[in-house]
């Protein structure tokens, strides 16, 4: 991880405010580190991310009630690292869309502005899944 000195975490309680909570954090750290030329991009995807996390974390349960979505984010040379985690172990997938839904774009946008996303099974504990986005440039001017 030499190529991502620049390292934060937050943890979000799974709630509607998440995804603006995290961008706002996002936000801040791309300009102190920098790297405010990729914050439109980066912003999206972690938007999208959290917001797929807070929706999955939605159906999942805990002893302590409903798990928290965890966000780090990685700044560096290669540009910045978002790392969600959630308490759901099934792997997020693009799904087609027609026009007219308003919804089920959110991944095909984190494929878009991404440079590579993946995601992986968390260890056990605490189990679910970490997804994962390197975003490396900016969005194009015709976006």
């Known amino acids: 991880m030499a190529a991502f000195p620049l390292r934060s975490f937050l943890e979000l309680g799974a709630y509607d405010t998440a995804p603006g909570s995290a961008r706002g954090h996002v936000r801040n750290l791309l300009e ?39 966000l780090w984010v990685l700044g560096g040379t290669p540009g910045a690292m978002l790392v969600v985690w959630d308490a759901v172990a099934e792997d997020p997938k693009p799904r087609q869309v027609d026009v007219w839904d308003e919804s089920g774009r959110g991944l095909l946008l984190v494929q878009r502005y991404s440079a590579s996303w993946d995601s992986y099974p968390a260890p056990v504990p605490p189990g679910g899944k970490v997804t994962r986005a390197l975003i490396d440039k900016p969005c194009p001017p015709d976006d």
Request: glycine letters at 8%; proline letters at 5%.
């Open 32 to 70: 102190e580190w920098r790297l405010g030329h990729l914050a439109e991009a980066v912003l999206l995807v972690a938007s999208e991310l959290i917001t797929n996390s807070v929706n999955a974390t939605g159906e999942a349960r805990w002893e302590a009630g409903t798990p928290p979505v965890r």
